[in-house]
């Protein structure tokens, strides 16, 4: 399987924002973007007037890279997202929220999306009672997200239950840190989206 081995703090400087990739890290002095808030490289501080098809690629490339999809994978669930009733671009963006390894970042469980994936990939994580050890699983409204039973003692997870990796729960979640599990109340839907994103940008990068 491919995978991304750079450096992650050079993504949020080339999209020019925080991707928030190293968790707790982004918030601390040592964030490299607020260090260094220019495009990595010998050019990264000269100003470039961007073309229509820069502004879309870049607005793609910042909404792939914060979920932690590669190119193909991304494709793919734009694809998905086309053959959906509704506006493609929200579709999107609901697709992208609802993969299991957003969700047990958006519920506080992983310090990150990177995390969070292991922390699937590894099969800590159950889905409605079973492990499910695939990050880009589509959660339903009423599934549960859970944390196996070996894995509760986890040093991770007893920072999450004592609060040490509280989050700011979007309203088509709920969290109990006692018993560390997340229930997906509802499907999400745009105005739940709480990062910069111009998804009609997306849209019009693919329909070229």
């Known amino acids: 399987m491919a995978k991304y081995y750079d450096a992650k703090c050079r993504l949020c400087r080339r ?22 808030p220019y495009a990595p490289g010998q050019h990264g501080r000269a100003r470039k007037k961007l073309s229509d098809y820069a502004v879309q690629l870049r607005e793609k490339q ?4 914060a979920y932690g999809l590669l190119e ?21 963006l609901s697709l992208l929220e609802r993969r299991l390894d957003n969700v047990v970042y958006r519920s506080g469980l992983g310090a990150s999306r990177p995390q ?18 695939v990050p880009s699983y589509t959660v339903e ?3 549960v997200i859970t944390v196996r039973a070996k894995s ?25 840190a006692d018993e560390l599990t997340a229930t ?4 999400p839907v745009r105005e739940d989206i709480d ?13 070229r």
């Not at 928030?20 to 490299?32: P, Q, V």
């Not at 910042?62 to 890279?65: Q, W």
């Not at 969070?116 to 050890?133: E, T, Y």
């Open 152 to 176: 509760k003692e986890m040093l991770h997870f007893k920072a999450v239950r004592e609060g040490n990796a509280s989050r700011i729960l979007p309203k088509w979640l709920t969290f109990n």
């Open 15 to 36: 999209e020019g924002t925080k991707l928030l990739l190293k968790g707790d890290r982004c918030f601390t002095d040592k964030c490299a973007f607020d260090r260094r």
């Open 116 to 133: 969070a994936r292991q922390l699937v990939l590894h099969g800590h994580i159950l889905v409605n009672g079973k492990k499910v050890d």
């Open 184 to 187: 997906v109340v509802a499907l």
């Open 195 to 207: 990062f910069a994103l111009q998804e009609n940008m997306i849209v019009e990068f693919y329909s």
């Open 62 to 65: 910042k909404c792939r890279r």
């Open 141 to 143: 409204e009423n599934d």
């Open 72 to 92: 193909t994978q991304f494709y793919k669930t734009y694809e998905r997202a086309t053959n959906m009733k509704g506006i493609t671009g929200d579709n999107l």
